[in-house]
């Protein structure tokens, strides 16, 4: 009896050994198969796994490889937007006036909307931020207040972000387009609009059938050709430089459905003024002179004109719901707009460097080396930014036992049955999140550098070693 009491303890040992050591000794197979891949020939691979719990590792391979991180860096960015802001965090977007309102309804002075930085003004993406929604508050405010005619200008004030939209580090073959949109005070529809192309036969030249909404304020010459099937999208635009004049350069595949490219609106705040000049146009109250952005009274060597009196407040949805599509769609803006934002709160200038700089500060007093933390952007976009597999999986399993947690994981896309943050540049292909293997909570990042070849290929190859955890 005391025999056999004795070898079922044994095996219950063997079997609890069994279970914890598995995993670490597939992942590293699995690891080590892709590292060998063909495609990894002159890659740098990492992986990095935690206890989400407890933060004990779990599983490292070249942990402290500094790496670009493509969009995965938006998870660090958003963490350290909820830790600093707050999940109820509301930008408020003034509306107001300079000057007078005479006893007929005339207004003297300028109708100004002054922007504070909120990413979601005039998106299509939530109920009370759509762009006619934002137009209409705006104009009950102006009849609400008797005005019935505008001695003066319409004014996009963007001037609190300052004039740099554009972190360093972007490539110009990016900022031109809607995921390279620049930031701004005041944003507008997310920074983009559409254009329509005009597609026919191979090699033929592409035309453009109009922009969606209009914008007349510009010019623009395509020089897209057409492509054959299965080659894909890869029309870019390209920002006016000191002109009104848009480029559109490169191929569209004559298989592809939408027809149309997203580009990037060169000055938001001139956007939102035109728009809300040509909506009162239609409602007949007159405007006496063409609207204005800082960004153009400051070329112009004019003053911005302050609100005098303010009709309106208009605020973001909360920041829970701003991060919530932020992570889902990764969206860049949303990102950039975060990190001047952190800066602002801090009581730093808003700009791209002091967000890069308070996220430093904020994660150093956690015991994270800003050196394995080295970013010039929020989003991911710049091929400079480089990050450690250990960094992110460290700052991922911070945020486990935050009252917001909830929040942050919900706004991670689900990618091969895990919660995890995709990120993609050229050659670049990263993955960030959570998974539970055998009840046990797990926090993961893995990104591969310099592969050659398909990025679906790889893809599917890193999805073999993320498999592992389930």
């Given at each position: 009896m005391k025999i056999k009491q004795i070898s079922l303890l044994s095996l219950l040992f063997i079997a609890g050994n069994a279970f914890a050591q598995p995993l670490e000794q597939k992942l590293q197979t699995a690891f080590n198969r892709l590292q060998a891949d063909s495609q990894c020939r002159y890659a740098s691979v990492s992986l990095t796994v935690l206890d989400a719990k407890t933060g004990e590792q779990v599983f490292a391979a070249n942990p402290n490889m500094g790496l670009a991180t493509a969009s995965t860096l938006k998870t660090v960015t958003t963490i350290t937007a909820f830790n600093l802001l707050g999940k109820d965090f509301q930008y408020q977007t003034q509306f107001g006036y300079s000057g007078l309102i005479s006893a007929d309804g005339t207004l003297n002075g300028d109708?100004?909307?002054?922007?504070?930085?909120?990413?979601?003004?005039?998106?299509?993406?939530?109920e009370t931020t759509h762009e006619n929604y934002i137009l209409n508050l705006m104009v009950s405010a102006l009849q609400k207040a008797?005005?019935?005619?505008?001695?003066?200008?319409?004014?996009?004030?963007?001037?609190?972000?300052?004039?740099?939209?554009?972190?360093?580090?972007?490539?110009?073959?990016?900022v031109g387009n809607y995921y390279g949109a620049g930031t701004s005070g005041l944003t507008w529809r997310e920074n983009q609009f559409d254009i329509k192309l005009a597609t026919g036969r191979v090699d033929s030249p592409i035309g453009i059938l109009r922009e969606v909404p209009a914008v007349p304020y510009l010019d623009f010459k395509s020089e897209l050709i057409n492509a054959p099937s299965g080659t894909g999208d890869n029309a870019y635009a390209?920002?006016?430089?000191?002109?009104?004049?848009?480029?559109?350069?490169?191929?569209?595949?004559?298989?592809?459905s939408k027809k149309s490219i997203s580009v990037a609106v060169p000055d938001p705040a001139y956007d939102a003024a035109f728009r809300l000049n040509d909506t009162l146009k239609r409602l007949g109250i007159l405007v006496s002179n063409d609207p204005e952005s800082t960004k153009i009274l400051t070329e112009k060597s004019l003053p911005g004109p302050q609100i005098a009196t303010n009709l309106t407040t208009i605020l973001s949805p909360h920041l829970s719901q701003i991060i919530y599509w932020l992570n889902q769609k990764s969206i860049n803006l949303y990102a950039e707009q975060l990190l001047k934002t952190m800066a602002w709160k801090a009581g730093k200038q808003p700009t791209t460097e002091n967000g890069v700089k308070v996220e430093h500060e904020f994660w150093k007093a956690r015991g994270i080396d800003p050196h394995s933390l080295n970013i010039v952007d929020g989003s991911g976009l710049s091929p400079g930014d480089r990050v450690t597999t250990l960094t992110m999986a460290t700052i991922l399993q911070s945020a486990k036992t935050a009252d917001w947690f909830p929040d942050f994981y919900e706004s991670l896309p689900t990618y091969n049955n895990?919660?995890?943050?995709?990120?993609?540049?050229?050659?670049?292909?990263?993955?960030?999140?959570?998974?539970?293997?055998?009840?046990?909570?797990?926090?993961?990042?893995?990104?591969?550098?310099?592969?050659?070849?398909?990025?679906?290929?790889?893809?599917?190859?890193?999805?073999?070693?993320?498999?592992?955890?389930?």
């Open positions: 109708v100004i909307i002054k922007g504070a930085g909120d990413p979601t003004l005039g998106s299509w993406r939530y008797g005005i019935k005619k505008i001695n003066g200008r319409i004014i996009g004030d963007d001037s609190i972000f300052g004039s740099q939209s554009i972190p360093d580090g972007w490539i110009w073959m990016d390209f920002l006016p430089v000191d002109s009104k004049l848009m480029y559109l350069r490169g191929t569209y595949a004559e298989d592809q895990m919660k995890m943050k995709s990120g993609s540049i050229l050659n670049v292909l990263t993955y960030a999140g959570y998974q539970t293997y055998h009840g046990r909570e797990l926090c993961f990042s893995i990104m591969v550098n310099n592969f050659n070849g398909s990025s679906r290929e790889v893809k599917e190859k890193m999805f073999r070693v993320l498999d592992e955890l389930k």
